[in-house]
């Protein structure tokens, strides 16, 4: 398996743009994590899904995001209007069931809001 | 809920010193415990897991026991080289909290030469 895969891996855009993050996770896996990373505040969980189904959306800064899951092998972010703030290093990651499971780590999508 | 406090950083070293990076966590349950490692411009990568009550998790020279007792688990390596600079995330995993991934601030780590 390629393992997790995100597009793209940079983005510039300009502020009140609407972006749009892609995830694939990896074939099989049941769980999908949205984290976003920053010197200010760190590794963030945003949001997860189990089965296509979000399960915790509350660490979603507001409610200019939004992600979505449409089956088991995508997902996106979307963040409409874009404001500078929002600009980070956002990451998908996947895992099987389980709590002994791991999450596997895309490469992420550093976005830059100007 | 869940949560994880790791030590600040950055941690700055020599070549082949002893290193040591504090996690101590805070969960409902029996959690599984993880340390991950990100190298610059690259994502997380698993380093090493423990899955309940001291079990000891090792990988690449680094080594941690899930210490329950004293809720922590405490990352090390005997001897370090200039590759091991990278930033390292704790982490907890507990059903408690949904099978959610809960991570500390990161340690950033400089080996220098």
């Known amino acids: 398996d390629a393992g997790v895969i995100q597009s793209p891996r940079h983005e510039v855009t300009e502020m009140g743009q609407e972006v749009t993050l892609r995830c694939k996770p990896i074939s099989g896996h049941d769980y999908l994590f949205w984290y976003r990373q920053t010197m200010m505040r760190g590794l963030e969980l945003l949001i997860y899904f189990n089965n296509n189904v979000p399960i915790d959306d509350s660490g979603m800064p507001e409610d200019r995001f939004s992600a979505k899951m449409p089956n088991a092998s995508f997902s996106t972010l979307k963040i409409q209007p874009s404001e500078p703030r929002d600009s980070a290093v956002y990451f998908c990651?996947?895992?099987?069931?389980?709590?002994?499971?791991?999450?596997?780590f895309g490469q992420g999508t550093r976005l830059t809001v100007v | 809920g869940d949560s994880v406090t790791q030590m600040e950083g950055p941690v700055t070293l020599s070549e082949e010193a002893f290193l040591t990076i504090n996690c101590t966590y805070t969960?409902?349950?029996?959690?599984?415990l993880f340390w991950y490692v990100q190298y610059p411009g690259e994502g997380l990568q698993l380093l090493l897991k423990a899955t309940k009550a001291d079990d000891k998790g090792s990988n690449k020279g680094f080594e941690a026991t899930y210490r329950k007792e004293t809720t922590s688990f405490h990352l090390e390596k005997g001897s370090v080289q200039v590759s091991d600079s990278a930033v390292y995330f704790c982490a907890l995993r507990g059903k408690a909290a949904g099978n959610k991934l809960t991570f500390g601030g990161g340690t950033r780590v400089l080996v220098k030469p």
């Open positions: 969960a409902t349950g029996y959690p599984s």
């Open positions: 990651a996947s895992s099987l069931v389980g709590i002994s499971t791991e999450a596997f």
